[in-house]
């Protein structure tokens, strides 16, 4: 099967990222993996979920939408489905794993992930934007010593995978995704640590050689992206 630009099954979409592209949050990112575009923003309050008043510990939580004409067909504003909970949990997720949260007192970082164009992988794109922009807002808090450190523990980025028409492919784009046998999402740091994987069989079932193989070619994907975040990021 041939890929949309003559791309090898092994090879990214082209990669573009803008830092500090908005005024006033903290951090801010926009990242775009082929014609995917997603814009991430890191903002912070000065107050924690019930469950950490008292502890001295902080929280990150993350939301993501998609603007209406993001993808071919207009999606409904401010409507958010089972889909947005899901990617939303996992973005948070993933960030919460490369943050010292006993570091940035009790304080909520939040980091908002808004799709202003779909063509496929606007969750891995999220996460990537995601960490940019939590980058750039605790380097901020530091500056302006609020924080005694900046407490990333490593590197995050993530990437699709997938099986379309029995062949392997990293970094799906929409038309491929959407025929995709098997589709998997894998978020990972910089030591080849797996923070997230979520894969389906589409169509019928996989082997664990078949999982073994997406598991490589994400890592691989991920450690690309990684080597660009490093040339932006000093930790």
Known sequence: MNRAKGRDYDQ?????????????PLGSAMVEFGDTQVICTATVDEHVPV??????KGWLTAEYGML?????????????SGRVYEIQRLIGRALRAVVDLGKIGERTIRIDCDVIQADGGTRTASVTGGF???????????????????????YLAAISVGIVERNL???????????????????????????????????????KKVLDDMLDLALKGIDEIIKIEKELIKL
């Open 68 to 80: 209406p004409a993001s993808t071919d067909n207009r999606i409904q504003r401010d409507k958010k």
């Open 169 to 207: 492919f990293l970094d799906l784009d929409y038309s491929e995704d959407s025929i995709a046998e098997v589709d998997m999402n894998v978020a990972a740091n910089d030591r080849g640590e797996i923070v997230e994987v979520q894969g389906t069989a589409e169509k019928g079932f996989f082997s």
């Open 51 to 56: 469950f950490l008043k008292g502890s001295g």
């Open 132 to 154: 940019i922009a939590l980058a750039g807002c605790l380097s901020r808090l530091y500056k302006k010593r609020m924080i005694g450190s900046i407490p990333l523990n490593s």
């Open 12 to 24: 990214l979409r082209e990669i573009r990222v803008k830092r500090d592209i908005i005024k006033y």
